[in-house]
């Protein structure tokens, strides 16, 4: 018996696959622990551009960045509009892919339209085939929970997210004393008390002020700090539960915000004004909503519509569904309408008369880098002080999934466009982890590899001899042998 053991020890000492052991053993252990999955805390400032940082002192996020990972900016789904691209973030697919189009719900049928607050309770327009990663954590065993995220209000094939807090009707997005109130719950509850793997968090601001005051405002600019003393917060409520190596946050936003132009020079895009083009030929039209815009001619007039609007303004532009540019993904799903729209940076599209006053906007091109929103993270799973380069917001879910450990639903994301964020990991086998492990860490390892592996070939040849024993000595019951054994393994160790 020991002779075995030492010429085991031998062979994986000596030998050039010492890995292999390695492996599996490791693969064991974090198979019977079973606690090695961490947390996510995904978060999202509304209509936080990328660049917001760069013009107030954000001591808060610059330390986040300092102990995680910062992209120089990420890029969001086209339509760049709230509920449309947070449901993105949410299942990994694009915009034409999951089906929710706009914030605004409607009928062609009945001409009736739901704003974005009463588009929230309509389950049939969000519950169209894809899942939000919650649904899907929690058919996996896992607790999920959500707070104010655009989508938490709805039910996915029968299913809530469990834990929830739904954003009443009349709520003040910029109330610094509710968003603390609101932190204190998601880490102190639902993740310190209640023990839930994955949140999502929704903050209504900087958008609010943005679309009011304009991106290049002081209130704008206000708005920002009071978002930093809020990250702030919620990297000191998550080290005072001692979360800070169990929890990763994801902080990122759904779409950024541009000044809108005004003035006599502006020439404003006023659909009723462009020749030709009439609304008596027009069936359904959701315009008026900032720079993008859907139309449904009536029977038999597509190509008339079309013909007029296309060319009609040097700022508008007119595509036939199927033939919108396939970067965009936003073409092929049911719901959108014959004729899509959309303005220039700066534009906005009016129906009849400009009535729309907001200083800022967004739903532009996901090119535009005014679109484009921030993305930070942190935590156990994610690289130290690494600055990385922009990707879309559609490889978020297959990153959250990898973390959760769970197995992600058909989705439009790549592992592979996030995986350089994480850090290298450290206990499981298989990928080359190990090869980024300092020495020190790797002899540790490998020792206890050679240990363990050595207790397992004691334990496996104990218990041979005791079953052997047991099966000859015929009043000792498996039970007691069983705890014999559970000994013998305790009193060697
Ligand atoms: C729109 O309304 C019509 C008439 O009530 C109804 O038949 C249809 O199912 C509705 N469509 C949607 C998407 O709700
Ligand atoms: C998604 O919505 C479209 C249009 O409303 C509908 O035709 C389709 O059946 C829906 N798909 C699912 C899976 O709910
Ligand atoms: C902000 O929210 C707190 C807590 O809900 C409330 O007591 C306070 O009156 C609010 N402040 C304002 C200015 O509305
Ligand atoms: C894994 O390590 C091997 C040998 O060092 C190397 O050739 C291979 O490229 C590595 N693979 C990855 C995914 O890093
Ligand atoms: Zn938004």
Not at 383 to 404: A, D, R, S, W
Not at 464 to 476: D, T, V
């Amino acid at each position: 018996m020991l002779l075995l053991c030492f010429a085991v020890f031998d062979l994986i000492v000596s030998s050039p696959c010492a890995a292999a052991p390695l492996d599996s053993v490791s693969g064991l252990q974090s198979v019977s622990s079973g606690s090695t999955r961490n947390k996510v805390l995904l978060i999202s400032f509304d209509g936080f551009r990328w660049d917001y940082d760069r013009d107030v002192d954000t001591p808060s996020l610059d330390q986040m960045a300092k102990d995680g990972v910062k992209a120089e900016y990420v890029t969001p789904p086209f339509l760049t509009i709230t509920s449309p691209t947070h449901f993105t973030l949410l299942s990994g697919r694009y915009i034409e892919n999951h089906g929710v189009i706009h914030n605004i719900w409607f009928n062609t049928t009945t001409q009736e339209k739901k704003q974005y607050y009463a588009s929230q309770f309509v389950d049939s327009y969000w519950d169209n085939g894809s899942l939000p990663i919650w649904i899907t954590a929690q058919r996996q065993g896992l607790k999920a929970g959500s707070l104010h995220f655009p989508g938490t209000a709805a039910t996915y094939q029968g299913e809530t997210v469990k834990v929830r807090q739904v954003e009443p009707g009349f709520y003040d997005h910029a109330n610094e004393t509710d968003w603390r109130l609101n932190v204190d719950k998601v880490i102190g509850e639902w993740f310190h008390q209640q023990d839930l793997d994955f949140v999502s968090l929704y903050f209504g601001e900087p958008d609010m002020t943005g679309h009011k005051y304009g991106p290049d405002s002081p209130q704008r600019r206000e708005m920002v700090k009071q978002v930093d003393r809020t990250v702030g917060y919620i990297r000191d409520r998550i080290e005072h539960h001692g979360l800070t190596e169990r929890l990763n946050i994801i902080m990122t936003a759904d779409h950024g915000m541009t000044t809108v132009l005004r003035g006599e020079q502006v020439n404003e895009i006023i659909l009723s004004k462009i020749p030709g083009f009439s609304f008596k030929d027009i069936k359904f039209h959701l315009v008026d909503y900032g720079p993008s815009g859907m139309l449904l001619p009536k029977e038999g007039m597509l190509e008339k519509v079309y013909q007029a609007l296309k060319g009609g303004h040097p700022h508008l532009h007119v595509y036939k569904k199927e033939e919108m540019p396939a970067r965009l993904h936003y073409s092929k799903h049911p719901r959108l309408l014959p004729i899509i729209l959309f303005a220039d940076p700066g534009y906005v599209i009016n129906g009849f008369y400009t009535f729309q006053y907001n200083k800022g906007e967004h739903g532009f091109d996901n090119e535009v880098m005014d679109m484009k929103p921030f993305f930070r993270t942190v935590g156990p799973d994610f690289q130290k002080n690494l600055l990385v380069g922009p990707f879309e917001t559609v490889h978020v879910y297959p990153l959250m999934c990898h973390i959760l450990g769970i197995i992600p639903e058909i989705n439009d994301g790549h592992l592979d466009i996030t995986k350089h964020m994480l850090a290298p990991k450290k206990n499981t086998g298989g990928d080359n982890g190990s090869t980024e492990m300092s020495t020190e860490l790797q002899a540790v390892i490998g020792l206890s590899a050679v240990i363990g592996f050595l207790v397992l070939v004691f334990i496996t040849t104990t218990s041979y001899n005791l079953f052997k024993r047991s099966k000859a000595n015929r009043y000792k019951s498996d039970h007691i042998a069983a705890e014999e054994k559970t000994d013998q393994k305790q009193t060697n160790f």
